[in-house]
Every structure is written in structure tokens, then in C-alpha cells.
């Protein structure tokens, strides 16, 4: 009589990481608490999925990218998705690490609809700015109003906060030495930096019990007014034809998930939003990680735990 087959191996536990913005002793400490919250096997093998923002306002961008270009080598059996946020997008754009506009236009085919932004956000107008998208002009810019009142504090150099990332790289804000200054292997992460991750077979817990769903990853959410076909083309071409692409950094319209994917066991996870919000299947996953007093948050599926980093804060969460 042959031995009864082996149990079936759980499934791999599934990490989604909020926005980190430049704080590597935040990002140091969750990557702790999560190595300590779930069991050996379960961390050593889980799919970590970093929700985008690793740059800009905090003080330490280029040892965040140092410490998630480590991963692989760390955890090798882990395995590691790195979404494309907002920021990141605009700081790729200014170091040349975009891919082109897969139709062949140039960059600064860009620019036209966001032109009247140009003087108050005090664009780049330095070397290489002839060929750059209009989010690495902007991120390169220089706010005329420098004081920013949704937030009730000042911009730091550029309407997204970009100069903490400069002096991180040695170089002050604005200044085309940038290019320069961060390494080849930071340009090709920012380069390969995917813009949706989508994994099927995903578990997740429930008051009805464990479901499987595919899980999709987007920095801000998907669209409620752009055609959902359209929108999965522009995230997985990185189309960076695109002025600003809304499933990054858009905000009431990425809410909640589209009515074509409701009621189909769809997970959409997103950062971005610098709030905690779970809703049936849809969670947004970003405790402000980007200011001095809050943590960076993750999830963990199945369980739906929440994780978060308790030191680096200012407040010490």
C-alpha cells in the first residue's frame, strides 16, 4: 500500500509593504517586526510586494534603494515585486531611467497639458531638461509658493519634496549633478520598477472563511472614469506617453476597486494615499510613512495582519 501523499504545503504568505519615502530606520524596523510576526518558513518564502514611494521627503533615499536592491541576496527564497510610485516615476524621469513612449513620441510631448503649472512649480529648466517627461521637470523644480496648505508645512524644493533625495545622493536640490551622482544599479531599479503586479491564487481570510483571489498591486488604485482595459495596457507597457498616470497618483477616483472587477474575488492593494483603509477587498496600505511621526504599515495575506514600524518615528509609534 503506497504512503498516503504528502499535506499540501500552505501557500506563500503575501506581503504588501506601504510607501517608504526615504526613511531606511522606519523601513529597518518593520522589515524587523515582520521577520519576528511570522513564522520562519512563512517569511523565508513570502512574496513581498513594495507598494512604491521609496524616495523624497525623508533623509535616506539612496540607502532605502541600497537596502531593497539587497533583498534578493538576503532572502533568497523570498520573492520580491517593486511597484512603481508617483514619486518614483518623476525621479526616474530626471536621472533618464524612464523607458520611452513605447509609440516612439518624445518626452516632451509631455508637457502641453500641465504647462500652466510651469512657473508656480518652477519647472527644471537645466541641462537635459529638453528630453525629460514633465514629472522630472516638476520633480526637479523649485515651488514658488513654499508653503504647502494641505499639509500646514513647507515644500521641500519641489512640489513633490524632492530635495531630501538629492542631498541623500550628495548633490543639492535641482542640480543636473544628480544624474551623475546615483549609481548605474539605482537607475536600473528605478528603470525596472513595474508599474501593477497582479498574482493569482492568493488567499486571503474572511468572516465566511479563507477565499482565494487574484491580488492586484497599483500605487494609488485603479480608475473609475478610464476604461479598465486601457488602464491594465498603460500599467503593464509603462506607457510613459502618459502625462500623469491617474492609477499612480491619482486620489478620489482610484478609491474603491472598479465596478467591473466588484464581486469577482479581487484583491487591490495600494499605498500612496498616507491613510489606512480596508474595505471588503480593497485596501489601501500607507500610514503617512512619509512624515517624521508615523510609521510605514504593511499587510500580511492571508491573515490580514497589520505590521508597522516602531522605531525612526518621532514620536516612537
Same mark, same amino acid.
Not at 71 to 94: K, W
Given at each position: ?30 522589515? !524587523?517586526?515582520?521577520?519576528? %510576526? /511570522? #513564522? $520562519? ?5 513570502? =512574496?513581498?510586494?513594495?507598494? +512604491?514611494? *521609496? ?36 525621479? !526616474?524621469?530626471?536621472?533618464? %531611467? /524612464? #523607458? $520611452? ?5 518624445? =518626452?516632451?510631448?509631455?508637457? +502641453?497639458? *500641465? ?203
Amino acid at each position: 500500500m503506497s504512503p498516503p501523499p504528502p499535506p499540501p504545503s500552505p501557500p506563500r504568505a503575501v506581503i504588501c509593504v506601504g510607501d517608504v519615502h526615504g526613511y531606511i530606520s522606519k523601513l529597518e524596523s518593520l522589515w !524587523a517586526n515582520l521577520q519576528s %510576526a /511570522l #513564522p $520562519p518558513d512563512a517569511f523565508a518564502t513570502a =512574496l513581498v510586494v513594495f507598494l +512604491g514611494d *521609496y524616495c523624497d521627503r525623508g533623509p535616506s533615499t539612496r540607502e532605502v534603494i541600497d537596502f531593497l536592491l539587497a533583498l534578493p541576496s538576503r532572502h533568497p527564497a523570498q520573492r520580491h515585486a517593486f511597484l512603481c510610485g508617483n514619486h518614483d516615476l518623476a525621479f !526616474a524621469a530626471f536621472v533618464g %531611467a /524612464l #523607458p $520611452p513612449p513605447p509609440d516612439g513620441s518624445p =518626452l516632451s510631448a509631455t508637457w +502641453g497639458e *500641465y504647462i500652466q503649472n510651469e512657473e508656480n512649480e518652477g519647472w527644471y529648466r537645466g541641462p537635459g531638461h529638453e528630453g525629460m517627461h514633465c514629472q522630472g521637470r516638476r520633480w526637479g523644480g523649485i515651488m514658488k509658493e513654499k508653503r504647502n496648505p494641505k499639509r500646514g508645512s513647507s515644500y521641500m524644493g519641489s512640489i513633490y519634496d524632492a530635495r531630501p533625495t538629492f542631498e541623500s545622493y550628495g548633490v543639492a536640490h535641482g542640480s543636473p549633478d544628480l544624474v551623475k551622482a546615483v549609481p548605474e544599479e539605482h537607475k536600473r531599479f528605478l528603470r525596472d520598477l513595474v508599474w501593477i503586479h497582479e498574482e493569482e491564487n492568493v488567499p486571503i481570510d474572511t468572516n465566511e472563511g479563507q477565499i482565494i483571489c487574484k491580488l492586484i498591486a497599483v500605487h494609488a488604485g485603479l480608475e473609475r472614469s478610464i476604461d479598465l482595459n486601457e488602464q491594465f495596457r498603460i500599467l503593464r507597457t509603462k506607457d510613459t506617453k502618459v502625462s500623469k498616470v491617474a492609477m499612480l497618483s491619482g486620489r478620489q477616483d482610484v478609491w474603491n476597486i472598479p465596478k467591473d472587477l466588484a464581486g469577482k474575488q479581487t484583491i487591490v492593494v495600494s499605498g500612496h494615499h498616507g491613510k489606512l483603509h480596508i474595505d471588503g477587498l480593497r485596501f489601501v496600505i500607507d500610514e503617512g510613512g512619509g512624515y517624521a511621526d508615523r510609521p510605514i504599515a504593511a499587510i500580511v495575506f492571508p491573515s490580514k495582519e497589520l505590521i508597522r514600524s516602531t522605531e525612526g518615528t518621532s514620536s516612537q509609534n
